[in-house]
T-cell receptor, first 112, second 115 residues
Framework: GQNIDQPTEMTATEGAIVQINCTYQ??????LFWYQQHAGEAPTFLSY????GLEEKGRFSSFLSRSKGYSYLLLKELQMKDSASYLC?????????????FGTGTQLKVEL | DTEVTQTPKHLVMGMTNKKSLKCEQH?????MYWYKQKAKKPPELMFV???????INESVPSRFSPECPNSSLLNLHLHALQPEDSALYLC??????????????FGPGTRLTVL
């Protein structure tokens, strides 16, 4: 089965740092993605981890520990436009398309 | 061109109507996907096409019928839907094979309302 959990909501202040956690228990693992989704819009790619460790990309960093079934997304220097839903997703190669299973999603609200 | 397009943006249909959702990409991706997303929930995978062949059907009711006419196009035919099928329908595409860097690119979605 697939079980991917995230906190439902988080609130942070503009300019601050926020960490969004994701824990997973899945049958099959070929990597973990983080997507950002603004209300009414398509999810957009933020980061990808397949090996343990930290991947940094500008204001966004993502960490993976495969042994712990754990990832986090770190957002620095928060801006108002970062208010959105953040989705972690585990990918599994099937030999016929890549199966992406999303976590429950975290709604982030950035305040002044 | 790194865009996935979907038409229409909004669709309202009755339970006896037949309609189709369309999706197009010109990134040379050979895997295409349909997802259903209810409000405040994550996207749920419905179908996967790989090299224009249906490879995954996540036990979706037969009132949803996917079609992949060629490597750039993906359709979702709708018939006899129920009000609970109202949702945002997202199309996505990706490269096939190795997962690294093969993120799925999503279209803007079709907001479907079934009356």
């Amino acid at each position: 089965g697939q079980n991917i959990d995230q906190p439902t909501e988080m609130t942070a202040t503009e300019g601050a740092i926020v960490q969004i956690n994701c824990t997973y228990q899945t049958s099959g693992f070929n990597g973990l993605f983080w997507y950002q989704q603004h209300a009414g819009e398509a999810p957009t790619f933020l980061s990808y981890n397949v090996l343990d460790g930290l991947e940094e990309k500008g204001r966004f960093s993502s960490f993976l520990s495969r042994s712990k079934g754990y990832s986090y997304l770190l957002l620095k220097e928060l801006q108002m436009k970062d208010s959105a839903s953040y989705l972690c997703a585990v990918i599994k190669l099937t030999g016929g398309g890549n199966k992406l299973t999303f976590g429950t999603g975290t709604q982030l609200k950035v305040e002044l | 061109d790194t865009e996935v397009t979907q038409t229409p943006k909004h669709l309202v249909m009755g339970m006896t109507n037949k309609k189709s959702l369309k999706c197009e990409q010109h990134m040379g991706h050979r895997a295409m996907y349909w997802y259903k997303q209810k409000a405040k929930k994550p996207p749920e995978l419905m179908f996967v096409y790989s090299y224009e062949k249906l490879s995954i059907n996540e036990s979706v009711p037969s009132r949803f019928s996917p079609e992949c006419p060629n490597s750039s196009l993906l359709n979702l035919h709708l018939h006899a839907l129920q009000p609970e099928d109202s949702a945002l329908y997202l199309c996505a595409s990706s490269q096939e094979g190795q997962a690294r860097g093969n993120e799925q690119f999503f279209g803007p979605g079709t907001r479907l309302t079934v009356l």
